[in-house]
Every structure is written in C-alpha cells, then in structure tokens.
C-alpha cells in the first residue's frame, strides 16, 4: 500500500506574528531609517506626502493579515515618532498639535485594522477551503483504496468460484474414476479423488494381509524415503487405525505421538456397511494451511469412499474368480485355466495322446491404456476362434489382459508350430495401427507326447 506524504506549510510564527512579516519589517524600516538619515533631511520624512511608511503598512496588511497590519502601523508610528517628536508651534493648542502628532499613525492604525481584517477574512477562507479540499483528497483515497479492495475481492471471488467449479469436475471425473469393479482401478482413481480433494503433497494407500498393512501405493514418494513400508498388527498406528477404526491427526497430541512422524493424517479404509478394514489412507505432507477441520472430516470421507469401492471390487474380484467365461475377451477364465490343464494333462497321460500349451502375450512400447489392452484382448480372441478347433480350448492368462494359454488336445509341436503362424499372421493385420506399438510373443511347450512316437 503507497503512503502520501503530507507537508506541513504552516507559517513560522512568535507571539502569533508571521517571523517573515516581522524580518520584511525590520528590513524596510532599516533601508527607510539610514536613507532618512545619510541621503535626505533626516526628519523621518515628515514633509513627504504620502508618507513612505504607508508602503509598509498597506503591502504587511494586505499580505498578512490585521495582527501584523496593526504592527506594521505601530511600528510606523514608532519610527516616526520615536525621538522626532516637534515642538508645539505657538499658533496651535494642544489639543490640535496632539491630533496633528496622531493623525498619520492613527490612520496607519485603521488602515492595518481595515486592510489586514478583509485579508484575514481571506487568509481564514483559504485556509477552511485548504482544509476541506485536504478532507476531499483523503476522502478519495479512502473511496479508491475501497474500491481497489472491492475490486480486487471481486477477482478472487471470481477466481475461487471458477476454482471451485473446476475442482468439482475434477472431484466428480474422480469420483467416477474411484467407482471401478476392479482394486487397481481404484487406486488409480483414489490417487485422483485425494489431490483434487486434499491436495496432498505426499500420501500413500496400505493394504490389510494377514497381520500386518502394506504400502500398495505411493503418491509423491522419492526413492529415498524414511517412511515404513509395513506396520505390523503391534505398532500403535496398526491398532488406532486398523483395530479401533479411529482417524489420526497431528494436530492432536495422543496423535502426534502414533502417527510419530509417519505423517499428518492416517484413517482406515473402511466399508461402511460392514465396518470391514481393507487397509489405510495416509497423508505424509499436507500444507499447514490445508490442515483445517473441513480437511479432516473429507479425509474421513475419502477413507470411507475408498473403502467402500474397495469392498465392492473384492466382490466383485471374488466373484470373478468362480466364473468360467472371461465376458470382456470372450475367452475362457484365468481361475479356470490351472484345473482345466490339471485335467487335460492326467488324461492325455491315462489315453496317451499328444498335448501342447502355446501362450500368446503381447508388449506394449510404452504404456498402453485400459481402453487399448482390452482391444488388443478381443482381437486375441477374434483370432483364436477363428483358427482353432473346437476341441482347443483358448484362457486368459496372468497378467490378465497381457497373456493367452491356448490347451491344443491331440496336436504336437510341430502342429503347435503351425498354428502359431497361423495366429501371428492374423493378430498382426487385425491390430492395424496399434502394430508399430504392440510386439508379439509366442511361446509353445508340449505338455505330453504320445509314447508311441517316442
């Protein structure tokens, strides 16, 4: 904020006499007096008419007012006077020589009085109008220093309503990515759902095994960090969060000494329906002005949100588990493929009859989205069923989404081998313009031969 220096122009006063009234004075009585007394007839030029001394009378009246006009007539009065007194003439009584002797002072007098009164009049005028257009300009500093602030309230208002606006689409494209029937996807979508809600520098996601919670996900971690990575079922944050199900705050001293530089919040991922924990939220590094009550009862949401959306993905993952046709790739399951294999072997063994593996697996040059890996899945699929038999029976495989098992009942290695390239050839014109960033592999592994061709 700029200050105005103001300048005080009062006039230097004694007595309640301008000090440059009385130095003017002083200096035209000096000059009058030695001029009187070396260059003239030294009588204090009682014969001139007018007087000089009506010089200073008038220009000190109409300058400074009626204080120094009625000095200025006094001390004319003195120099004239003062030691020049003349006699009585003989013609004139006293009365008149003394009205004589007082005439010219006397009208200096009234001249001061008159003169010096209208000026004073004048000088008080100019003084209340300095002062009310002194009033005026601060008055419009004020107004504008109001309006300045208004002005820029007005800017940050606008500014945090259109922030607000763009944090709750972003809190809602986050909420909606948290919602996902699978627990990686909703991790990712936690990662985005606690910035846009905290904006946490540093936090992390733990997960609940056996006796103990892991850090499944970190956000913001260097590689050097000091925080644990696990905390076993007798640390206290273990028994705070995952036990009593309570939200630790630094803020808090019982708190502070759990959480024991671990970080600023802990809370537990809970299903509220439930109250079954599948882990923990941690917030390691909060800015101080982010760490607000409104903080911690969001950050007890998001805990609930994510554990929520953690428990109906493990349903779901559960129940994914038990079925047998992949729906998005249209291939046999992933959970099926190791009993179906265990089977097949046993009875390619028990009949003797030839069985081959081939796994089909694909590498993305860079990371591929969701989106991307599921399309390269279905034209896996689209080629599997379009060359096998109807006796080959084509998986998902871990990773799912990554990597295919086909069970090739009754055909060898070389058979393998054929219908390897057969599957090359068509994955590689149906993939189009994903083909420069997809690379295929193939492996082929004969789980049983026939013994007559051994």
Request: glycine content about 6%.
């Given at each position: 904020?700029?200050?105005?220096?103001?300048e005080?122009d009062?006039?230097?006063?004694v007595?309640?006499?301008?000090v440059?009234?009385?130095?003017?004075?002083?200096?035209?009585?000096?000059i009058?007096?030695?001029?009187?007394?070396?260059?003239f007839?030294?009588?204090?030029f009682r014969?001139?008419?007018?007087?000089?001394?009506?010089?200073v009378?008038?220009?000190i009246?109409l300058?400074?007012?009626t204080?120094?006009?009625?000095?200025?007539?006094?001390?004319s009065?003195?120099?004239?006077?003062v030691?020049?007194?003349?006699?009585q003439?003989?013609?004139?009584?006293?009365f008149?020589y003394?009205?004589?002797?007082s005439?010219t002072?006397?009208?200096?007098?009234?001249?001061?009085l008159?003169?010096?009164?209208l000026?004073?009049?004048q000088?008080?005028?100019?003084?209340d109008?300095r002062?009310?257009?002194?009033?005026?300009e601060?008055?419009?500093q004020?107004?504008?220093?109001?309006?300045?602030?208004?002005s820029?309230?007005?800017d940050?208002?606008e500014?945090?309503?259109?922030?607000?606006f763009?944090?709750?689409?972003?809190?809602?494209?986050?909420?909606m990515?948290?919602?996902r029937?699978d627990?990686?996807?909703v991790?990712?979508?936690?990662?985005?759902l606690?910035?846009?809600?905290?904006?946490p520098?540093?936090?992390?996601?733990w997960l609940?095994?056996d006796a103990?919670?892991?850090m499944?996900?970190?956000f913001g971690?260097?590689?050097?960090?000091?925080?644990?990575?696990?905390?076993?079922?007798?640390?206290?944050?273990?028994r705070?969060?995952?036990?009593?199900?309570?939200v630790l705050?630094?803020?808090?001293?019982?708190?502070?000494?759990?959480?024991?530089?671990?970080?600023?919040l802990?809370g537990?991922?809970q299903?509220?329906?439930t109250?079954?924990?599948?882990?923990m939220?941690?917030?390691?590094?909060l800015g101080?002005?982010?760490?607000?009550?409104?903080t911690?009862?969001?950050?007890?949401?998001?805990?609930?949100?994510?554990?929520?959306?953690?428990?109906?993905?493990?349903?779901?993952?559960d129940a994914?588990?038990?079925?047998?046709?992949?729906?998005?790739?249209?291939?046999?399951?992933?959970?099926?493929?190791?009993?179906?294999?265990?089977f097949?072997?046993?009875?390619a063994?028990?009949?003797?009859?030839?069985?081959?593996?081939l796994?089909?697996?694909f590498?993305?040059?860079g990371e591929?989205?969701r989106d991307?890996?599921?399309s390269?899945?279905k034209?896996?699929?689209v080629?599997?069923g379009?060359?096998?038999r109807?006796?080959?029976?084509?998986f998902?495989w871990?990773?799912?989404?990554?990597?295919?098992?086909?069970?090739?009942p009754?055909?060898?290695?070389?058979g393998?081998r054929?219908v390897?390239r057969?599957?090359?050839?068509?994955?590689?014109?149906?993939?189009?313009?994903?083909?420069?960033?997809?690379r295929l592999?193939?492996?082929?592994?004969?789980?049983?031969r026939?013994?007559?061709?051994?």
């Open positions: 904020m700029s200050s105005t220096r103001v005080d009062t006039p230097r006063e007595f309640g006499l301008r440059t009234a009385l130095v003017e004075m002083a200096i035209f009585f000096t009058a007096l030695l001029l009187d007394r070396y260059a007839d030294g009588d204090r014969e001139v008419a007018p007087h000089p001394f009506w010089a009378v008038v220009l009246s300058q400074y007012g204080n120094e006009g009625l000095l200025a007539a006094v001390a009065s003195a120099a004239l006077l030691g020049n007194v003349p006699p003439p003989l013609a004139l009584d006293l008149a003394l009205f004589d002797l005439k002072p006397l009208m200096w007098a009234a001249t001061g008159v003169v010096g009164e000026r004073s009049r000088l008080r005028e100019r003084a109008l002062k009310r257009l002194a009033e005026s601060t008055q419009a004020v107004i504008t220093a109001a309006f300045e602030g208004i820029a309230a007005k940050e208002l500014a945090r309503i259109a922030g607000q763009r944090t709750l689409l972003t809190v809602f494209r986050a909420a990515a948290v919602e029937l627990v990686a996807g991790f990712e979508g936690a990662n985005a606690v910035a846009a809600i905290l904006n520098e540093k936090f992390s996601i609940l095994k103990q919670i892991e499944t996900r970190a971690w260097k590689d050097d960090e000091r925080y644990k990575r696990v905390f076993l079922d007798d640390h206290p944050l273990y705070r969060t995952v036990v009593e199900r309570i705050c630094v803020a808090r001293v019982a708190d502070e000494k759990v959480l024991a530089g671990e970080g600023v802990a537990p991922l299903d509220p329906e109250d079954e924990v599948y882990g939220l941690k917030i390691e590094v101080l002005l982010d760490l607000t009550p409104t911690i009862e969001n950050f007890q949401l998001l805990c609930d949100w994510i554990g929520s959306n953690l428990a109906i993905a493990k349903r779901y993952e994914q588990s038990e079925r047998i046709l992949d729906p998005e790739a249209g291939l046999l399951s992933a959970q099926l493929f190791d009993r179906q294999k265990e097949l072997v046993k009875l063994e028990r009949v003797d009859f030839d069985l081959t593996m796994i089909v697996g590498e993305g040059e591929l989205s991307e890996a599921l390269v899945g034209i896996v699929a080629a599997v379009q060359w096998l109807e006796t080959d029976l084509a998902q871990l990773p799912v989404g990554r990597r295919f098992a086909v069970l090739l009754a055909t060898n290695g070389a393998a054929l390897m057969k599957l090359k050839d068509d994955i590689s014109i149906r993939l189009n313009v994903m083909a420069d960033r997809v592999t193939f492996e082929i592994e004969e789980l049983h026939r013994e007559a061709k051994r």
